[in-house]
């Protein structure tokens, strides 16, 4: 195959480049386009050689566009009018501005691209910016395939359920050869979402009625987790630590007012489970949905501490829960989750809240690394 040149849109901290080279598809980054200044700064320190335009996409002319001549799109547009705990104002939500202005320009490109990968979250496969999509796509010739996915799929003990969009533009039909089944699309054919890993087919922040066992969690919830642990398919969470000899874990230990507020409402994981919730850009800042935190000590049993806490004075609680030792998952071991390779660093002068900020907006290079190889070979 030919050195493909790849256009990087809304290309963050640079994630879909990873996956590029982490799925061995011979490829050029020709331009990565992004407004985020400390997120361009982060792919800048990590890929010196690749030009960054630090514009909006709406400022980029189509004979911009057509010079550079791109085979491939990787693109994440914005997620926020799509998001479940958002207002999903979908077309009229101005962060869709640009994507629409992407779609309205590309009938008119010189040249389409060969292949097309998009991701973006749950609830993008409902709305009318992913309609307008779909028919702008089949409108230019491209087959095409929808995903669900997560990376317990390939393998990750995190749930991060995305949406993706594989096009291609040919008369042929894309491979099926995907972990879980989907279905190819060509413009005359209906579009149909594969069902989801199973494990991730609910988010695992939403809580299951029934009678409650402790720290807030149902027989239910209990069960689904057992079954994730029991999931021999999925590697262990001690697999994505970073060795304690290089970090001061102390500076990631939960502190006491956290504990005391939010003991009940923390997702606990342990070194050998083989599951953990997705890590938003909140994580380390806020506590409920933005991620699971590591018990350390496993000396203490996890619900002996906290059956019948509310029995207890403060002080004691605390006590109880420090025991426990949580911390915050690093940095580093988050973007091992996220499949970032041990090459991509942060600069020195990024700091820690904003490199969470940055990886919870980003996506899993393992993942895309795969679809993209479904793509293309």
Known sequence: MDNLRVLELYSG????????????????????IDINTTANQIYRHNFPDTPIWNKTIEGITLDDFNKLSFDMILMSPPCQPFTRIGLQGDIADL???????IL????RLCRLPRFILLENVKGFEKSSTRDHLVKTLKECGYTFQEIMVSPTSVGIPNSRLRYFLIAKISTEKILDASPHPTKSNSPEQSTA???????????????????????????????RKRNQNNDLSIRQIQDFLEPRMEVNMEHYLLPPKILLRYALLLDIVQPTCRRSICFTKGYGRYVEGTGSVLQCCMETELESVFRGLDQYSEEEKLQRLLKLKLRYFTPREVANFMGFPQSFSFPEQIAIKQQYRVLGNSLNVVVVAKLLQLLVF
């Open 13 to 32: 901290i640079g994630g879909m480049h990873y996956a590029l080279q982490e799925s061995g598809i011979p490829g050029q980054i020709v331009a990565a």
């Open 193 to 223: 979402l594969c069902p989801p890993h199973p494990g991730t087919c609910q988010p695992e922040e939403e809580m299951q009625e029934g009678h409650i066992l402790y720290k807030l969690e149902t027989v239910m919830d209990a069960q």
């Open 95 to 101: 962060r869709t501005k640009s994507f629409l202005y």
């Open 104 to 107: 309205d320009l590309f009938p």
